[in-house]
Each structure stands twice: as C-alpha cells, then as structure tokens.
C-alpha cells in the first residue's frame, strides 16, 4: 500500500548521494519552494496548519510577488507549489502563475478546490500547472462540511476535481484523519476511484496552527490510529493496481522521525510566507529574512542552505519528542508569534 511519493523518492535519492560523497554539502538554491500566496481563506477547517482567515496583513503585492519569482529564476529553482490560506483568493493568481511558467519554473497547486469552477480549471490548464491537489475530508458532504466548516463546501470541492479531470490537469485528492472522519478513509479512496484521480495521498495530523486549538476535538489515539491503518490496507486490497495510496509511515508521530526524513543535508526546501518571509519548515516556529528588502539568494545563504544545524532549530527540536509535545511549547507555529531570525 505505502509507496513513496516523488519527492519522497527524490529526497531518499538526494540522501544518498550525500552519503557516498556526490553531493555538495549545500544546494546554490532550493528545489522546491512552497509559496504561501495569501493569509485569506473561505473555509475554517478544524485541522488547518495554518490557522488561516479572512483577514490578509502586509500581504506581498503583486509587483513585490513577481519581483521574487525573478529571483527563482534567476536561482534556477525547479518548483514552486503554491498554497494559503486559500491560493486562488488572491486575485492575481493568473499573473502569478504565468510568470513563472514563463520562467520555466513547474507549479503545482494545494487548494481546497472552491475556487474552481469550469473557466477556473480551463485556466490553469491554459497556463500548465503540473498538478493540483485537492483536499477532501470526506465521502459525503455532512462529514466533509463539518471538518471543513462550510455547507457546500464537498459539491464544489469534488466538482474543482471533476473540472480538472476534463482538462487534463493531473490531480491528486488528500484526506487528513480527524476523530470526525478518519472511518470515511475508505469512502473517499473509493471516490478517489470513481473520478479516476491516479494518486490518494493521506498524512499525519499537523499540530500546528488551527489543529492546536482543536487538539482535543480532532486528535486520534492509539486505537483510532490502529483502525485508521487498518481501513487504508482494506483499501489498499480492494483498489490494488487501480491507484496509488501514499500514507505516511506508522512511525511518523515520533516527531525526530519526521524531522530525520526533512533534515537530512543538503537542505532542498524554503517556504515564503505572504507577507515576504521565509520558513525553513512547516514544523518550525521561526522566520528568516524580509523579501521585501533583501533577496532571496541572501536568505538562502545566509539561514536556509544549512538552516537544519542552526542552533535554534537544533534546540527546538531537541526539546520534543512526539508531535503532540509540539502544543505544550511556549511557541506554536502558527499560533503563537514567529520567532523572527534576522
């Protein structure tokens, strides 16, 4: 059932060239970025990492957005997924996108998937996005709705898929277990095969953002996470060959053991908030750097490229254990202030 994604293969590749002495000890740029493009977002999903919202602060305009996907280029970055918030609220998000792809640079997208409507995907079919991933978590609209926090959500969500799927753009659906939606596991893999989508893609809860102030809502326990697994290999037997399920491992909540599979040198990622900041990780509670008046080849050299031995990652991860230690730290990434490293 557990088959490795792209970048999974990609990273465990890197690995081990670096190990047999054929890489250099850093990368001159990332190859991946993940671009938060706004703050804003329709839903309220009792999960989210984000802890996204309506509102949008000293968000990256448009000039200052297109100034950065220069330096990408001109960095040699191979791709860009674009996510929120909600990506597609930003209303420039054609311009965006054209640019890169005029640069040469493949974007993927991580939407919830109501924005897309028939013209939106024939859209980003027009400007060949390379995928788009989008999350439904639920096979019914009353358990979908419910973690996602708006009537209707499910029908526009699954027709977005629908919409893609007619102009060919590869799509992918993921689900993240809740206490809400987890035994719907096999549903949506179900639905995942009905659309004919190639890949279904599930991970652990991220305690971060949102998900904390629902923790005790949301948050599976061992016996939960037993059954989970058990409906994914149920699953995984009834749908052999006829898509690919990528779930995370069974280890995964062991919070070194996630940092191990991301940290390993050299460091491909770099993540842009909307306001023009840089994130090293997801997990992570701190920022580096200002876009808006330094450039991107500075922030990577001087925090990111080897950002994983700076002594305030080392110390923070070393303060935890499991995922769930994450909620009792004095910094929560994405709720509490971000610890800014200038």
Sequence with gaps: ME??????????RINRLYKDGLLPKYFKAPVFTLWELTDRCNLSCVHCYYNSNQKSENELTTKEALNIIEQLAKMKVFEVYLTGGEALLREDWP???????QKKIQVGLITNGTQIDRNAAGKLADLKVKWVQISIDGASPGVHDKVRGLSGSWEKSVAAIRYLKQNNI???????PTRINFRDVKGVIGLCVEMGLEYFVTDMLVLTGRAVKNFEQIKLGPEEYVE????????????TDKLTIIAPSREKETLKTYVKTRSAPPNIWCIITPQGACRLDLLLPFTYG???????????NHFLREGWHRPEVIEFINSLNMMSDLIKHKTVPYVSENIHCQ
């Design 3 to 12: 088959r490795a994604s792209f970048l999974t293969q990609y990273q465990g």
């Design 95 to 101: 311009v965006l996108i054209e640019r890169l792809r």
């Design 170 to 176: 590869r799509t992918h659906l993921s689900f993240v």
């Design 228 to 239: 989970f697994y058990a409906l994914l290999d149920e699953a995984a037997k009834i749908y």
């Design 290 to 300: 200002d876009l808006k008046s330094q450039k991107l080849e500075y922030i990577w």
